[in-house]
């Protein structure tokens, strides 16, 4: 008897404790607990992420409870959230976190900075999309004595001190909030080919970085010819290998896009007086890898360059139609040249 009898009043307060939990949890619906003089809470939702992780990482920061934010998220309908930076106080009813959370913060300014852009390309987008940035602020913060040369990734690519950030930015969508500095747009943007360039690096059998024949300012610089020669990532990485035979053999690498990049074009097949133009970037002229980055690569772009499709060729054109035709003999790229671009 007295073992039923406590059964039955663990039952009783099990039944209360949950409906006052639920009870707590719904009144957050729509109620707001929000405790006067409580500093907002920065939280940021990054690209793709879902609102189920959403909701763990709020429960984490102490902004809701991750089960009852998804039964209400589940319960509205308004499963879809936006990626950005948002300020929730603790306490907000869950109706707004998630009203925020949906529809996205109207201080936030969408960006999306496209493959291969250069950085004179994205300071014109960019002073074009946030008032508080001038062209003159955007051209010294990413020149050549920009203030985030000492950026750890940077120093740690090895790149010059005679060229600017050219390379370093990488193209992706973000989202800054409106007052944003150039240097903060910049240090996201390292940030972001810092990580995109070590998830494509090869690794060992033991886990570590493989070794190299490049440093990584020099195949960031290789990655950046890439995209701007060739398209797809297939071809990419097969050029990817012609190139590094060339280089390793002391051959001019004879870029098109290298020497577009001098003169400002964007000829598919450049003219002789421009072969003839004396700067570092003329890989006709000079053998070897420019100085730097002729634009800002992808990651497609990254992983041919670190990752290259091996083949016997030595030689490549493109047409005018885009397609590709390779050669393992000079001669055989003399013939291509004379049947494929008459």
């Known amino acids: 008897m007295n073992r039923n009898y406590y059964i039955i009043a663990g039952v009783i ?11 707590h949890q719904a009144q957050r619906f729509w109620f707001s607990g929000a405790r006067m003089g409580v500093e907002p809470v920065t939280f940021v939702v990054t690209d793709g992420e879902t609102l189920t992780q959403a ?27 936006r990626s950005g930076t948002y300020d929730i106080a603790p306490g907000n009813t869950y109706a707004s976190i998630l009203g925020l959370l949906h529809y996205g913060n109207v201080n936030d300014i969408k960006i999306t900075i496209p493959e291969g852009y250069t950085i004179a390309q994205m300071g014109t987008y960019i002073v074009d999309k946030f008032p508080s940035i001038s062209l003159e602020q955007w051209k010294t913060a990413t020149g050549q004595f ?8 940077i120093v740690a690519a090895e790149k010059p001190d005679d060229v600017d950030l050219e390379g370093y930015l990488f193209p992706d969508t973000y989202r800054f909030v409106r007052d944003v500095t150039a240097e903060e747009i910049i240090e996201k943007m390292i940030d972001t080919m810092e990580e995109r360039y070590r998830s494509v690096q090869p690794m060992d ?33 097969m050029v990817a290998d012609i190139f590094l035979k060339r280089l390793d053999a002391g051959m001019a690498l004879q870029s098109d896009a290298t020497v577009n990049y001098v003169t400002g074009g964007d000829d598919p097949s450049v003219s002789l ?38 083949n016997p060729y030595y030689y490549f054109l ?20 004379a049947r494929y671009l008459r």
Do not use: C
């Open 13 to 23: 307060v099990g039944i209360i404790v949950i409906f006052g939990v639920a009870n």
């Open 55 to 81: 909701a763990h990482d709020m429960a984490a920061q102490g902004l809701v409870n991750a089960f009852w934010f998804r039964v209400y998220a589940k319960f509205s309908g308004n499963e879809e959230i």
């Open 146 to 153: 920009s203030p985030l040369e000492s950026h750890p990734f």
């Open 205 to 237: 059998a033991t886990g570590v970085g493989a070794s190299l024949m490049l440093t990584p300012h020099e195949y960031i610089t290789l990655a950046s010819i890439l995209e701007r020669e060739v398209r797809q990532p297939e071809t990419m990485a």
């Open 273 to 310: 007086n421009d072969l003839d133009i004396d700067s570092l970037y003329n890989t006709y002229k000079y053998p070897g890898l420019p100085p730097g980055p002729i634009s800002n690569p992808g990651v497609n772009a990254l992983n041919a360059a670190l990752n290259p499709a091996t």
């Open 318 to 337: 493109t047409t005018p139609d885009g397609d590709i035709h390779y050669a393992t003999t000079h001669d055989e790229h003399v013939a291509n040249k």
